[in-house]
Every structure is written in structure tokens, then in C-alpha cells.
């Protein structure tokens, strides 16, 4: 692999579907970008025709590892006996500076608790967090929300952190040289909430111009999905919530949809006549170009695709891995939360001491 190449870690057998759309959602990838590489982790016996049919060889390292995570295996279990998983093998890549970015379609629980093991917490970071795309109303299609299930708990420290990787993560993966940071509460007024949201909301309003965001206060359920904000910050219990409620409810207005145009002879009819604007209302919202939950705050960058992602998820996945990658996400979003700790390091990005540190 050459020196100018950027390099993912791929766990092959994570995920409902196999290897087959893993590998034909790498195939994919490739075709875009010819500086992209892979080292592929799983059975090498299921693997080597696969990668051979798409023609991948040349562009992909196989680490032939025996046992996979299952999606119903318990974290303790895999911290305790995983090491010879395809998943423990895809973050180790990382770890040892192999690949920049390892993106998995396993058993999340697994993947955080491992990532945890393997990669170590950022000095600084008490919790680290998944961040995920939700589609909004913004020009870029969606907004990041932060943490959507990797710890339950977070107080007025661990809120701030979150605002801070979260602003990071946007400024570097999805150039929002400003982002927009919001607090989620059951309520925009200020005197609303728990005790910590009301500490974290003014922590998080002194930390803005020091870090080169805007801080919108508290915003609420209804905000998540609209232009009002780049970023929401909430606890890992409320943004799991809040995730799951979202895809069921995404699924029953689908179903409801399909069942109001077979409705009537004329419904089928109308169906047709909007076939158009109903494929692209289907691919504004389709959840697998947008797929992939980022884990912040590790010394290691891991991207969790969805379960059951199909090859175009997959590309998805690898597609915002490539762009965290080449962006110097990890070394800029370790800068930002050090400085935290050292506040004489929090400057303005535009500055010269910003690029000297390569703060984002």
C-alpha cells in the first residue's frame, strides 16, 4: 500500500447480511476513490472469492480471523473472550496504526466495549459518546446528534465534552467552519430541566467563542430535525430514545404510505403519477446514505454502520470514514478536548496558533 493511501479496517463479519454486501459495499467505494485501501478482517476461506469477484485484490490486505461477534453476544462476554474475533481484529488495525478508521456492522454494545479496551479513552474524556446523522431540514440533509446510546449517564462535564466533539466532528467531516451547537431539554426556557442541563447550558455558552461555535441554548425534540441547529447534545439515555422512536416511526409512516396508494384503483393511479417525487423523497430520507454512528472521544476513530446495512449503507460507512480520515479528524478532536483541560490551548481555529495545533 502506498504512502499517500488512506487505509480503513473493515470487521467483514459484522452485520445481518454478511460478508457478500460488506465486500460489495468496499467494491463500491473503490470505484470513487483510487487512493482508498483496505485490511478486510474475517474467515479467509468466505473472503478471498469475494474480494476476488470484485476485483479488490490489489486494493485490499486479508487478516484471516476464525470467530465472529454475534448481535445478540453480551459486551463482558466478547471483552473477555473476543480476541480472536473479526471485530477485536478490525480495531486492533487501528490501534496499531495500520489503518486510520476501523468501521463495523456488528453488535454496537461489542464494538464500544472493545473500542474501549483496544483504543483507550482520550486523556480527558470521562465518557465517550456516539454521534449519528439525523435528517433535517439544513442544507447538508441532516444534523449531528451526540450521544445516541454509548454511555446512559452524562452530567454537566461529560455535556460539555460532548458540545466540544460534536462541533469537531462537524467542522471536520462536514466543513461547518461555525457550527451550531444545541442542548436538548424538555424545554427552551432557561429555567427548565435538570440541575446539570442548567450548569452544562452555561458552561457550554462560555466555552463558544473560545472554540469558534454558536451555542443556540436549549432546544427540544421538535428542533432535532430542523435548520435551527448543526448539533445536539443530550445524554446517551435520551438521544437512544429518542433514535429508536425516530427509525419506528420513520417505518410506520413508510408502511402507511404503501398502504394509502394500493388503497383504491385511483390511489394506484396517483402513485404512479408521483413515483417521481416519491424516489426522491425516499432518497432524502433513506437511512443508509446517511449511515454510520461515529464513536468520539477514543484514541481511534470507529465507525458503526447499521446491522443491517446493504452495500449502499456499507459505502456510506466507508465513504465518511475516507472523509474523517483525510480530514486529521482524530489528532484535531484530541487538541480540542486537551484543551479542555489546558484552556491557554482553546484559541480561535482562525488564528495562527489554531493551525500550529491543528485545533478544529
Not at 106 to 119: E, Q
Request: aromatic share 4%; hydrophobic share 40%.
Amino acid at each position: 500500500m502506498g504512502s499517500s493511501d488512506t487505509v480503513i479496517s473493515i470487521d467483514a463479519m459484522g452485520g445481518d447480511l454478511g460478508p457478500t454486501a460488506i465486500v460489495a459495499g468496499m467494491a463500491k467505494s473503490a470505484e470513487k476513490n483510487p487512493d482508498l485501501r483496505f485490511i478486510l478482517h474475517g474467515r479467509a476461506g468466505e473472503l478471498e472469492p469475494l474480494v476476488k469477484k470484485r476485483r479488490l485484490s490489489d486494493r485490499v490486505e486479508i487478516r484471516d480471523v476464525p470467530d465472529v461477534v454475534s448481535m445478540t453476544e453480551k459486551p463482558a462476554h466478547v471483552m473477555r473472550h473476543g480476541k480472536t474475533t473479526s471485530m477485536w481484529s478490525a480495531i486492533t488495525s487501528v490501534r496499531e496504526g495500520e489503518a486510520e478508521v476501523c468501521v463495523s456492522c456488528g453488535n454496537t454494545g461489542a464494538l464500544m466495549a472493545v473500542s474501549m479496551i483496544r483504543l483507550r479513552k482520550l486523556d480527558g474524556v470521562n465518557r465517550p459518546a456516539i454521534a449519528c446523522l439525523w435528517p433535517s431540514r439544513n442544507a447538508s440533509g441532516f444534523n449531528i446528534m451526540l450521544d445516541v446510546g454509548a454511555d446512559i449517564r452524562a452530567d454537566q462535564d461529560d455535556l460539555l465534552q460532548y458540545a466540544l466533539m460534536g462541533m469537531s466532528y462537524a467542522r471536520n467531516g462536514f466543513g461547518l467552519q461555525r457550527p451550531r451547537v444545541g442542548l436538548l431539554n424538555v424545554g427552551t426556557e432557561e429555567h427548565k430541566g435538570r440541575a446539570e442541563l442548567k450548569v452544562a447550558h452555561d458552561m457550554i455558552a462560555a466555552a463558544a467563542d473560545a472554540n469558534d461555535f454558536e451555542f443556540v441554548g436549549f432546544v427540544e425534540g421538535v428542533d432535532i430535525p430542523s435548520a435551527r441547529v448543526d448539533v445536539i447534545v443530550t445524554d446517551g439515555f435520551t438521544g437512544n430514545v429518542a433514535l429508536k422512536t425516530a427509525e419506528g416511526t420513520a417505518g410506520l409512516i413508510s408502511e402507511f404510505l404503501r398502504e394509502a396508494f394500493k388503497y383504491t384503483p385511483l390511489s394506484r393511479i396517483a402513485a404512479v403519477l408521483a413515483l417521481t417525487s416519491l424516489q426522491r423523497l425516499r432518497k432524502r430520507i433513506d437511512p443508509r446514505r446517511v449511515n454510520g454512528g461515529v464513536f468520539l472521544g477514543l484514541n481511534g476513530t470507529v465507525v458503526k454502520s447499521h446491522g443491517s446495512a446493504d452495500a449502499t449503507g456499507v459505502s456510506a460507512a466507508i465513504k465518511l470514514a475516507f472523509r474523517l480520515a483525510q480530514s486529521g479528524f482524530q489528532d484535531k478532536l484530541a487538541a480540542r478536548v486537551a484543551s479542555l483541560s489546558h484552556p491557554d490551548q482553546s484559541v480561535d481555529q482562525h488564528s495562527a496558533g489554531a493551525e500550529n495545533k491543528g485545533i478544529s
